[in-house]
């Protein structure tokens, strides 16, 4: 069974950072691609970042140049690094894979002053 656990958010000021992390167990990451999501309140769950097997990385054209999405095969971990954090960032980050359709339980990150 594949399980997804989210981890690094918090309250953060503008302009900030954090780093989200993503611990899989019951599949090995590196073959697969991986996903951040996030979603607002009363706002649909949208799409942040992807990582695939071979390192490519897509993003949505909101965090371009201020994320940045990686994996650790040896530790079967994603991460997400949230640089010069807006207000409009605030939202529930989730990762997920295709595998079983998994998702993790999401994690809080509230950027405000």
């Known amino acids: 069974q594949v399980q997804l656990v989210e981890s690094g958010g918090g309250l953060v000021q503008p302009g900030g950072s954090l780093r989200l992390s993503c611990a899989a167990s019951?599949?090995?990451?590196?073959?697969?691609?991986l996903s951040w999501y996030r979603q607002a309140p009363g706002k649909q769950r949208e799409l942040v970042a992807t990582?695939?097997?071979?390192?490519?990385?897509n993003y949505a054209d909101s965090v371009k140049g201020r994320f940045t999405i990686s994996r650790d095969n040896t530790k079967n971990t994603m991460y997400l690094q949230m640089n010069s954090l807006k207000p409009e960032d605030t939202a529930v980050y989730y990762c997920?894979?295709?595998?079983?359709?998994?998702w993790g339980q999401g994690t809080q990150v509230t950027v405000s002053s």
């Open positions: 019951g599949i090995s990451i590196h073959l697969y691609a």
């Open positions: 997920y894979c295709n595998v079983q359709n998994s």
């Open positions: 990582v695939t097997p071979i390192g490519f990385t």
